[in-house]
């Protein structure tokens, strides 16, 4: 159980970090390649083939993140156990004394891995749990044998004492057993992330909404999200369900150009995950001065005619952000339609 004393600590670090600008928060997309073909998945198939980073590349990156201050580093995908040298970069991401997430489906962790995580001590192996019956797990995975391997990985992992999480898109297959991965992930006493909205492609296609649940509990998922929160010391902007109208000195409230960023298999600082544009070189360059960049992009975005969320009554539910608003319209200050949707089923449960 974390204690006031070392909560106070890390609040102060990350008030630190927004003051002096520094980026102390990445997420590291080390492939696009996945052994599971899910349908509503953010990364187009075309992107899976794209020329990676190399080892020595990434350690080259890894290097000058620690020398500018980068803490929280979370390694994703794609699938980042179908890297070869997952285990190399890992190992060497700890030397530099960064506190590492590994994001993951989990189906090609095996007992050598599972011991090889236990010695590593990451902060967290984080496992998309789509489903608990293997005939919905594996209708939304399209991989047959997906579901005995990831829940013989999260055994391994468990008996190997590495803390784990679980994250779970609502989907049309799983929504009916929400309530069901929640009491699994208690029962192993690893906290569990809800994800009620998906995003469009990297490409800008909307096909992934054709999967989406209804929502119809949506408003106790919220509440389950919200509790999760704040037990869980390294929370995701993706994550809060409601907000504070943004100002408009800073759009952005979950520290992206500010404290936070992502990098893509291909060695590019970009704003997040889910936001392919802009993206700036980092080894042809360097960190520092992609970052300096992005810093500066991100501070220029302000209010403009296009920006509602100050005389919207939906503001207070509302989950949007500059980068949602540019994969629906291409520009950092617009609405778009699914925030609306999240934030009108908020308030409607909240007046009920």
């Not at 489906?105 to 236990?118: C, K, V």
């Not at 297959?173 to 009620?196: K, M, P, V, Y």
Request: proline share 4%; glycine share 6%; with cysteine.
């Amino acid at each position: 159980m974390q204690t006031r004393a070392y909560n106070k600590f890390w609040q102060q670090i990350h008030k630190s970090a927004k003051e002096k600008g520094s980026l102390l928060r990445v997420m590291f997309e080390l492939t696009y390649r996945c052994n599971f073909k899910c349908r509503h998945c953010y990364v187009p198939e075309s992107f899976r083939e794209k020329r990676e980073l190399k080892t020595k590349e990434v350690f080259s990156i890894l290097d000058q993140l620690a020398d500018i201050g980068c803490f929280y580093l979370g390694f994703t995908g794609g699938e980042p156990f179908m890297r070869k040298d997952i285990i190399q970069i890992l190992c060497y991401a700890k030397k530099k004394g960064v506190e590492i997430i590994i994001y993951s489906n989990g189906s090609l962790i095996d007992e050598i891995i599972a011991r090889e995580l236990a010695q590593l001590k990451p902060n967290k192996v984080d496992i998309t749990l789509p489903a608990m019956t293997e005939a919905a797990f594996e209708k939304i995975t399209c991989s047959p044998g997906s579901y005995k391997k990831v829940f013989k990985a999260i055994g391994l992992l468990h008996k190997n004492k590495v803390n784990l999480g679980f994250k779970t898109c609502v989907l049309k297959e799983n929504e009916a057993q929400i309530e069901d991965i929640q009491d699994f992930a208690e029962s192993l006493g690893a906290l569990h992330r809800l994800d009620t909205r998906l995003s469009p492609r990297l490409d800008g296609s909307k096909e992934p909404f054709r999967y989406r649940g209804s929502l119809k509990n949506k408003l106790q998922a919220t509440g389950y999200r919200l509790q999760a929160i704040r037990k869980d010391n390294f929370k995701e902007c993706d994550l809060v369900a409601t907000k504070q109208i943004p100002d408009s000195n800073n759009l952005f409230k979950c520290a992206v150009g500010v404290s936070q960023a992502a990098i893509n298999p291909f060695g590019e600082l970009k704003m997040c995950l889910m936001i392919d544009f802009p993206k700036y070189k980092i080894l042809k360059t360097s960190l520092k001065d992609a970052w300096q960049r992005l810093k500066g992009l991100v501070s220029s975005i302000k209010q403009d005619k296009n920006y509602k969320c100050d005389r919207c009554n939906l503001a207070p539910f509302c989950k949007w952000c500059p980068g949602r608003a540019w994969l629906y319209n291409k520009t950092f200050t617009s609405c778009e339609p699914e925030s609306r949707i999240f934030a009108k089923k908020i308030k409607q449960g909240l007046n009920c």
